[in-house]
Structures are given as C-alpha cells and as structure tokens.
C-alpha cells in the first residue's frame, strides 16, 4: 500500500523561512503605520485652510462689536434728544403768553413764555428756550437773556444743527384760535464715526386758552 504523506508541522519547515515571513510581516506592519501619517504638503495646506478660518472668523467679530458700539452710541443720542424734546414740550404745554423771537414768522429760533408751576415754587415763571452753540439753551427768564446766562439741555455728545419754533395764534385774543407750538430740530453726533444725522419734530397745543 502506497504511503500517506502527513501534514508538515511549524517544526518541520525551515528556520530561513520562518524569520523570512517574520521579517516581512514587520515590514509590511512598518509601510502602513507610515501610511497613516500626513505628509508635509498635507499640514501645509491644512495650517492655512485653518489660519483662514481664524482670520475671518476674529474679523467678523471685530465687526459685530462696532455694530453693537455704534448702536448703543446711537440709541444714547436718540434718548438725549428725546428727553430734550420731551422737557420742552411738557413745559409749552401748560405755558401761557407766548412770544418767538430771533426769525419772522412762522420761524424762530427761540421762544418765551410763562409755565405755570402749580406744585411748589412760583405760580408762574418765565421761561425760553433758544439755539445756542450747537446746542438747546433754557433760561429761567426772558429770551433776551437766554444766550448768555441760560444753560443747555442736550448733552455735549450731541452736536444741534438746527432749533426751529413754528408759532401760530401766538398773539391773545378770541378769535385767533388756539395758539400751536411746532418744534423742529435737526442734530448729529459729536463723534465723527458716527456719520448719522437725526431729525426729531413735534407740535404742541397748550391746555390753556390764550384769551
């Protein structure tokens, strides 16, 4: 009978090649680590693709923070005009006996009154308003002396292009209708960054007949 061949065992094969085959798994092991890597090209392209991120990213923030700073510095001159305009006619409101000066008629650039004080202090007071050095000027007196001793009522950050009192039925008596006070003003900020001008206007009717 013819004889089976067994089946060749680890000990039976050659030491050359089982360090052959030991040797090439290493370095085979080796190439693909090596593969894993990035090449130099690689991290070139990829520092600047990241760089441009950055750049443009700090940029658009730096731009959203003087969004946001031009929008408070414009809200605060809003205010301060709004506030301004606001005193004078709550003031015209209740005023009697008005007299423009400083224009012809309907405009003038500033006005007298008498404001009625019926809570404490004088019954009655007079008051004007004129435009000044860029800025709203009220005076506790006659609008003759309202440029020089009177004080102003908007902030030093805001720069008053224009202050005009539009008067009808200005003059006493019953047939010339109820008197109507228009304020018109034009201002813009003492910031030259902020190149944004404002226009701000209003009409008054005093509560009180001017018999």
Known sequence: MPKVKGRRTNASRPPWLVHWAFSFWLSSFGRTQARAGFTLLEM??????FAVVIIVSVGALLAIGKAQVKATNIQIIQDNLRFSLEAMTKEMRTGTDFVPDDGSAPRYQAIQFTHARPQGGPPTETVSYCFENNAI???????????DDGFAVTDSSVIIDDLTFYVIGEEPG???????I????????????LATSFTLQTTITPRQRDF
Do not use: K
């Open 44 to 49: 070139i392209v990829a520092t600047g693709l």
């Open 137 to 147: 000027v009220r005076h506790d007196d006659e609008v003759d002396e309202c440029e």
């Open 174 to 180: 019953p047939d010339d209708g109820q008197p109507r």
């Open 182 to 193: 228009t304020i018109s003003l034009r201002a813009h900020s003492a910031d030259p960054a």
